[in-house]
């Protein structure tokens, strides 16, 4: 089970923290993706929780940063300098270690979701 929270209302520039609580966290894939009205379910970033190798898609590097806390099974993604064009349902995503090494960041991947959670930046 994956449990998001932290999201939000925001103006631009300002910064989010959404976390992700699963049952368990070390040694899997896990991820953050999120949807606009109206767009398709996008890839944001994935960490391993074994080494803590990250990916970012491009439209958030240098913005986002996604980290683990193993003692509380929890995933965390940090938003920094928010953009409207951040608006979305961010949703969390887990599977096994091995979907961490592959190539790009898709739903496919991903057999596990949490319900999500809504960020607004205007």
């Known amino acids: 089970q994956l449990v998001e929270s932290g999201g939000g209302s925001v103006q631009a520039g300002q910064s989010l923290r959404l976390s992700c609580r699963a049952s368990?966290?070390?040694?899997?894939?896990m991820a953050w993706f999120r949807q606009a009205p109206g767009k398709e379910r996008e890839g944001v970033a994935r960490?391993?929780?074994?080494?803590?190798?990250?990916y970012y898609a491009d439209s958030v590097k240098g913005r986002f940063t996604i980290s683990q806390d193993n003692a509380k099974n929890t995933v965390y993604l940090q938003m920094n300098s928010l953009k409207p064009e951040d608006t979305a349902m961010y949703y969390c995503?887990?599977?096994?270690?091995?979907?961490?090494?592959?190539?790009?960041?898709?739903?496919?991947?991903?057999?596990?979701w949490g319900q999500g959670t809504q960020v607004t930046v205007s």
């Open positions: 368990r966290t070390y040694e899997v894939c």
């Open positions: 960490i391993y929780t074994g080494s803590g190798n990250t």
């Open positions: 995503a887990a599977d096994v270690a091995s979907r961490c090494f592959r190539r790009g960041l898709t739903t496919e991947d991903f057999g596990y």
